[in-house]
């Protein structure tokens, strides 16, 4: 008997190896059956799904949909994508009817594709020529709930980056069976993420225009954009020095995207007006009735805005499940593991990305969507990037952190809780010619830049248009989160300016190497990037309506910098650098005002004194909403 059952024990365990060892896509083809279908919206245009559905019918599912405008190929029933269905490997093994659609006028669906198409509030089905993105959401649900044998009429969301987006358009008048929603990385409004920083545009998206504005003449299983994207095919090794030599913006209309629908609209509408104001989503997140967990990375150059934002506008107006996910993350990485986790030269740990799945999002979707319970989730589960440790808080941003305020002080000193003589003056001299590099390392023409978010910033304490402040080695651990606000007095010879506030963690001269970094840096003295903002300085009245500097006139620039939450450890410094130009990934402002950047001349472009004044702080945490916004600005 007890050698039978040994035996057992051993078969047990070969099985559960084997059971490891096949690849997701084995999985899903063993135990999911697929099948295509074009959905019909109340406007009668039809959207393309795929969905998977498992094979064992002694039980029914939820259904966890994904919408997209980057194809939910591979398209046939017979074909099945080399990667887990769902968010995860978990999910996918827990048993989920997954769904995966093409967004309107994207490949194999119909109709016309509008970027961050404008959401019209009030959801009314009867109204058959009203239609937007939680429209579509609406339509698409009620035909699943009612077409799909085996479903348990409960249906999740989720999406990265602008599938991210979909997730949270989909949550305004939402339809009654849709239950969880987790928009991860979403954008929330083009003109404060994704392709802008608060107005000033990200030149390194200059490529990105050719996924995003071209329409398809029909549904296509083929990209019909490749030929445009060509256009930036020639082999590009160093992007600083290509991205000079298109100079004014105004050539990259000529030279790139003289036919690009979305190029012109941002060209065409430089400021904050009607365009951009009606494609924000956070107005309408209101009144919310499902449960909500906005993902995000804390490394994420590209959409860092829309996930802190979405949180905070839910919880501001609505009394539902809302819960919010930081992380040590890239752009979209804890959907994937590496087994390790590791943003350009810092290390944060081993499975960071497999907790977050099993642990977090397979908790919160399985509770709701199978188990038809509340997650028993914290408010904010949140990483320290110092520390290298998750976090919980009952709220975010937390309160039992105390707010720090940084000040400028003379020698390159910067004053923790103190002020300093406000008399004191720091200048530099900004040339749009000589722009500071966004990064140490020489990059291509790339997409989403993802390295720079922790890089070394010794290369910049180094140029004389950089100014640099730096406390002396702290003689214990100084956590920082929450809300950050940089507060300047500022004035400048020209008559406009962008302003790059960067927040860093210099590590002390004696820092080891760390063996898992394969690149030669030496750490010892690493000016890590933790956080950084650019502020287009037209704006700081108003977004709606900028308005130039008055040359030499003493004027308040205050912005807002995106959410921290970082340990400064003891024997650390904290230092903040504030510049003018950060190349290319933010574009160059000429300095001397015109109406339009994109269509500046060469001639337009000049060098311009810069002073920063001794009153100028920045301001972190606290708890409270910090009030960040200049007297007349529109968000």
Known sequence: MKKQLLISLAC??????VSAQVSDEEYARAHYDKFEYQIPMRDGIKLFAAVYIPKDKTHTYPILMQRTCYSVAPYGVTNFPNRTLGPSPFLMRDGYIFVYEDVRGRWMSEGTFDNMRPNITGNDPRNKTAIDEASDTWDTIDWLIRNIKGNNGRVGMWGISYPGFYTAAGIPDAHPALKASSPQAPISDFFFDDFHHQGAFLQSYLAAFGVFGYQHDKPTAESWYDDKMARFSEEVKDGYDFNLRV???????TRFHQDNFFWQQVVEHPNYDEFWQKRNLLPHLTGVKHAIMTVGGWYDAEDLYGPLNIYKRIESTSSTYNTIVMGPWSHGDWSREKGYQMVN??????????????????KFFNAILKEN??????????????????????QWPPKEIPPVKLYFAEGGKLSLNRPVKSDAVFSYISDPAHPVPYTSQTEGMIFTPRRFMTDDQRQASHRPDVLTFETEPLTDNLTLAGEIAARLKVSMSGTDADFIVKLIDVYPDNEPNDPRNPSNIIMGGYQQLVR???????????????????????TDVAFALQDILHTFRKGHRVMIQIHSTWFPYIDRNPQKYVDNIYKANEEDFIKSEIKVYGSSMVEIGGGEKLNTKVEGVKK
């Not at 047990?12 to 190896?17: C, N, Q």
């Not at 100079?247 to 209309?253: F, S, V």
């Not at 904010?380 to 290298?388: E, H, R, V, Y």
């Open 247 to 253: 100079g004014p913006l105004k050539n990259a209309t």
């Open 345 to 362: 030269h810092i290390y944060f740990g081993d499975s960071i990305s497999t907790f977050y799945q099993r642990n977090i999002e397979r």
């Open 532 to 554: 950084h903002e650019v502020f287009r300085g037209r704006f700081r009245n108003s977004f709606e309506k900028p308005e130039p500097f008055q040359s030499g006139q003493v």
């Open 373 to 394: 319970q509340q997650p028993d989730l914290p408010e904010a589960f949140m990483f320290d990037c110092g520390l290298k440790q998750w976090k919980q808080f009952a």
């Open 12 to 17: 047990l365990m070969v099985m559960h190896s």
